[in-house]
Nanobody, 122 residues
Framework: VQLQASGGGLVQPGGSLRLSCAAATSGFILDYKAIAWFRQAPGKGREYVSCISSMDSSTYYADSAKGRFTLAKDNAKNTVYLQINSLKPEDTAVYYC??????????????WGQGTLVTVSS
């Protein structure tokens, strides 16, 4: 396992969370990779959320993520963060980070984290 996702939890609608994707293996430099986030809601397929590129840190968002999701990279900590604001019940899902060569909604991504559960409920 090269990536470790964390930061999920139970949050009320309208709340915020910051998910982290860190390198689980020493020497695995996230800045050298495109880092994407996907999510999988209960009973549904995996959905692309966002991606940050390796070269210029350009960010890309699925339509469902625009306006409430923000992706950022901290190279000093070798970590990528996904900030989610104004959370809605439909954001409930397991969130996965993945690493690949380029940002793409369909991949391929070579490495995946184990997922972190976000539950939005009152």
């Amino acid at each position: 396992v090269q990536l470790q996702a964390s930061g999920g939890g139970l949050v009320q609608p309208g709340g915020s969370l910051r998910l982290s994707c860190a390198a689980a293996t020493s020497g695995f430099i996230l800045d050298y990779k495109a880092i994407a986030w996907f999510r999988q809601a209960p009973g549904k397929g995996r959905e692309y959320v966002s991606c940050i590129s390796s070269m210029d840190s350009s960010t890309y968002y699925a339509d469902s993520a625009k306006g409430r999701f923000t992706l950022a990279k901290d190279n000093a900590k070798n970590t990528v963060y996904l900030q989610i604001n104004s959370l809605k019940p439909e954001d409930t899902a397991v969130y996965y980070c993945a690493a690949g060569e380029v940002c793409s909604a369909v991949g391929p991504y070579d490495y995946w984290g184990q997922g972190t559960l976000v539950t939005v409920s009152s």
